[in-house]
């Protein structure tokens, strides 16, 4: 539990756009790094579900970016997670997604806009000026007018043409807009962030990541007023958090926490597997879980573990070496028979099915589940997820209901009608048939990815007891 003392407002303010791919994590990675040029820490955040964003984030910032979304977690878990997270950083990046007002609904519910409201932090929009000058006054002055309630403190042009341009659409924003334009960004000779279906290159495949944020640092501190940008942040006021009912530490948990004498729990964690919220792995240590970080690629053998967690990643760009490390597949095979317990989100869900196909190639995976998947050139399931759990299993009760997410191109191409599912899909697409959570033995996987402070996430602690039961 968090301490209930008094804590001082931390400053902040929200990086949003007009639709995605508008730069800003461009924008919050050379921020962050310019901040941190200047000897500030930097706390940072990602609105939304996603993993390859706080990714890039967190190598910028030298610390875990976490995760706010006020579809996956409740209100109060939010303002302690972005008041007390990395305390020691007075300043508070939060980088939005998809448009400043998309949500799930026409009201903009679960938008960074809201969200922003909701903290009380100033907005930074960030404008793709590409074949468009004046007219960008427009789209300022449009989400002025939408919500008056928005604090919008400032403008970044993007994808900016030279200096004529610039100095139209910035004199137009400061004429008809009444807010500064605090920078305005060239594209970038050299920049290499590599996109792929689901956004960014992950910072565990791209070869230079180091070189591409000290690239985007040079260029924003070159065009961007980084100073006004602290003025803007000194000028507005901030909420404190005055008292706390539990929850999260304030410090962040990634990188070796480990319990000290609880079950050992594996994690496979590499360039195939790199999607986990550091809460997660948080949540095992605080069960008293020791972590033991495992590559799938590299390792031959199974450690001597307890249990396992996979997390979501891109087995599909990794089907070969994956494949080809028989050893290990088949050391967890043997294991699960055994009934070592196994939660897998997604792209684990993938590695231990029976085989993953691709440009008509075909990839043997462990061989858990009886299902056998390809790859499809759409999403085969995208955004927010809601399931009740509706039959037994080890990780979580009958009757509870769970929000999370998923975004995949795997696709299933075959499945025995005996395959047995513990989740009713409320609001996603799930495995098959309306459901998902497929179970054998003690292993249970599932595409939807879930939060560990979400309300009704309980299968961290179900891991953990069931790997404890397993300590000789």
Not at 68 to 91: A, F, G, V
Not at 242 to 267: D, K, R, W, Y
Request: neutral net charge; contains cysteine.
């Amino acid at each position: 539990m968090v301490s209930s003392k008094p804590t001082p407002p931390r400053r902040g303010i929200a990086i949003a756009g007009l639709r995605g791919g508008s730069g800003k994590t461009l924008v919050a990675l050379g921020l962050i790094a310019a901040l941190r040029r200047r000897g500030i820490a930097v706390a940072p955040f990602k609105k939304g579900p996603d993993y390859i964003d706080p990714s890039w984030l967190s190598r910028a910032a030298s610390r875990d970016c976490h995760n706010i979304d006020t579809y996956l977690l409740d209100r109060d878990i939010i303002t302690e997670s972005y008041l007390t997270q990395n305390s020691d950083c007075p300043i508070a990046i939060v980088e939005g997604n998809r448009g400043i007002f998309d949500g799930v609904d026409v009201e903009g519910s679960h938008s960074i806009a809201e969200l922003a409201k909701f903290l009380g932090i100033p907005v930074l929009l960030v404008l793709d000026c590409t074949k468009a000058s004046r007219t960008v006054a427009a789209m300022v002055r449009g989400c002025q007018a939408f919500d008056p309630d928005l604090v919008l403190c400032g403008v970044i042009l993007n994808r900016v043409a030279g200096e004529r341009h610039r100095s139209i659409a910035a004199g137009a924003i400061e004429r008809y807009c009444g807010i500064p334009v605090l920078g305005a960004l060239p594209r970038i000779a050299g920049l290499d962030l590599v996109e792929r279906h689901l956004g960014l290159l992950p910072v565990r495949e791209h070869p230079e990541p180091d070189r591409i944020i000290g690239t985007i640092a040079e260029t924003v501190e070159q065009s961007v007023d980084v100073d006004g940008i602290i003025k803007v942040m000194d000028r507005h006021g901030y909420p404190t958090l005055t008292s706390l009912t539990g929850g999260i530490p304030a410090e962040s948990a990634s990188g070796g926490i480990t319990g000290t004498a609880g079950p050992s729990i594996g994690i496979i964690r590499d360039s195939a597997f790199t999607f986990y919220y550091p809460e997660n792995i948080r949540a095992l240590a605080a069960q008293g879980a020791r972590i033991v970080e495992i590559d799938s690629i590299r390792d031959a053998e199974l450690p001597a573990v307890d249990g396992l967690y996979i997390g979501g990643g891109f087995p599909e760009t990794h089907a070969a070496p994956l494949s080809a490390n028989v050893s290990l597949m088949r050391a967890i095979r043997g294991a699960v028979e055994r009934g070592l317990p196994v939660y897998a989100e997604c792209g684990g869900l993938v590695y231990l099915s029976e085989s993953l196909e691709m440009k008509g190639a075909n990839y043997p995976m462990v061989g858990v589940f009886p299902l056998r998947f390809g790859v499809a050139t759409k999403p085969q399931g995208h955004g927010y997820t809601c399931f009740i759990v509706d039959r037994g299993n080890p990780y979580y009760q009958e009757g509870t209901v769970v929000r999370g997410h998923e975004f995949r191109y795997s696709r299933l191409i075959g499945a025995p009608s005996t395959v047995e599912t513990v989740f009713s899909m409320e609001r996603g697409t799930g495995l098959m048939d309306g459901r998902d959570g497929v179970l054998y033995n003690n292993a249970l996987g599932t595409f939807c990815h879930t939060h560990a402070l979400g309300r009704g996430v309980s299968w961290p602690e179900g891991l953990v007891a069931l790997a404890r039961t397993r300590m000789a």
